[in-house]
């Protein structure tokens, strides 16, 4: 998952960042209101934090902006008070979900979860299973025919997309784009490379086959049952 930050306490920013990597997300963060505007324009984010008191343009200015613009990206505002005022204006200019400060790192983390579960249409549970294979991204679990396996966050990240949304085909820059950020550098061959080691450790290719490769285009996960 790949989430953008937007908040001037730097304190507060390191801190969320920080912990969201070690989650194995994606994080950009930028302090100000106008970069938000600018990033989200540019990256397909799954997800934004975005703070009520910006410099400049405001939370509320940044999220009314970016549904007027047709943006769909799932917001969860952060408001430094738990004022109904501030809960209603922020719901009513676009965002999906608030969350008061001060708050607990957990607490982020599962509304960020339930944000981007909504957005991709996942069952309640938040398990995603094809064939016999199933992601429980809250667990960080993974499991093949009841076995067990340990994914590294990278691997773990592109499979979490690629189920998602099974029998999409996703390109090579998309994959790159949900599971890496901005100021992470990468060679072109970096989400092959991943793919590779993805495929080794789910045991794909002996007996079914799951991660398809799509000549020219990309990656993807084969819908149950299902044929292109
Ligand atoms: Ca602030």
């Not at 070690?22 to 989200?40: H, K, P």
């Not at 990240?157 to 599971?179: K, M, N, T, Y």
Request: glycine share 10%; proline share 4%.
């Amino acid at each position: 998952m790949r989430v953008l930050l937007v908040e001037d306490e730097r304190a507060l920013a390191g801190y969320v960042k920080k912990g969201l990597e070690e989650n194995g997300w994606a994080v950009d963060a930028v302090e100000d209101g106008r970069s938000a505007l600018d990033w989200v324009g540019t990256v397909d984010y799954d997800v934004m934090i975005l703070d009520l008191m910006l410099p400049q343009i405001g939370g509320l200015e940044v999220c009314r902006r970016l549904r007027q613009r047709g943006l769909t990206t799932p917001v969860l505002m952060l408001t430094a008070r738990d004022a109904l005022k501030d809960r209603v204006s922020g719901l009513d200019a676009g965002a999906d979900d608030y969350l008061p400060k001060p708050f607990e790192f957990e607490e982020l983390l599962a509304r960020l979860r339930a944000l981007t579960r909504r957005r991709n249409g996942v069952t309640k549970t938040g398990v995603l299973t094809v064939a016999d294979l199933s992601l429980d991204p809250a667990a960080h679990r993974v499991r093949r025919a009841g076995l067990e396996i340990d994914l590294p966050y990278k691997e773990f990240s592109i499979l979490e997309l690629l189920l998602s949304q099974p029998g999409r085909v996703f390109s090579r820059s998309q994959i790159a784009d949900h599971v890496w950020d901005m100021e992470t550098l990468h060679q072109s061959n970096v989400v092959d490379v991943h793919i590779r080691n993805l495929r080794r450790l789910i045991g794909d290719g002996r007996g079914q086959t799951l991660i398809e490769t799509v000549r020219g285009v990309g990656y993807r996960v084969q819908a149950p049952g299902g044929r292109s």
